[in-house]
């Protein structure tokens, strides 16, 4: 019996080894080509997302282009199997400066689009998007209270946005949106960089993929493994919601 045992042995590594080295080889295609988390360092998309919000992102949803691979090979230029993103998804992008980082706001102009602040409006080709009073959001970390409004895009997405003070970019020039760009923005309107500032036009080639699911949410932004902290900054109202 022991010898048996002894014989076998070095085949059950083997096996093993095969078993977790195919593991990863599945993790990192998933990750690759479907699906990539992501987590949410500051609050402006409050209050759709909140600092401390874990992600899926399915990278899918766009196409892919050189930004989809980890380190981003210069494989190719432009995308393959390409969609457009929409009106009002919410997506992942490489910071055009600086594509080494990541950044998620929501599509707001098209190729083509003019956009422009007026008064802390939104106006999409010189119409306003409806804009009505949505009550007070708390913020569960700082305890701040500020307006909330809800938008109205004209595909008809709606979304909550914040509206905390007095801010440069409540009024801007008209942005003519360049083909193959897109115009994106923080749902937290005064307390976002985005195409209004630094960001500018986002390049399609730069998407990486669209938020779908909150799968964890945590209070603090502590990292989901501090199970120490656990249910006391759980958001467990938040877990599994769809964008």
Known sequence: MSEEKIENKPGAIGETISVVVQALLLAVI???????????????????????????????????????????????????????????DIAVFKFPPNPNIDYIKRVIGLPGDRIQMIDSVLYINGTAVKRERAGLFTDDETGQIVQSYKETLPNGITYSTL?????????????????????????????????????????????????NVIFFSIRNGKHPLAVWEWPSNLRIDRLFTGL
Request: hydrophobic share 35%.
């Open 163 to 211: 509206d905390v003070n007095l801010s440069s970019t409540d009024n801007t020039r008209v942005f003519e949106v360049p083909e193959g760009h897109y115009f994106m923005m923080g749902d937290n309107r005064d307390n976002s960089s985005d195409s209004r500032l630094s960001v500018g036009f986002v390049p399609l080639e730069n998407f990486v993929g669209k938020a």
């Open 30 to 88: 998933l990750r690759t080509l479907l699906f990539q988390p992501f987590s949410i360092p500051s609050g402006s998309m409050k209050d759709t997302l909140l600092v401390g919000d874990y992600l899926f992102v399915s990278k899918f949803s766009y196409g892919y282009s050189k930004h989809s691979l980890p380190f981003a090979p210069d494989l190719f230029s432009g995308r393959i199997w390409s969609d457009e993103p929409e009106r009002g």
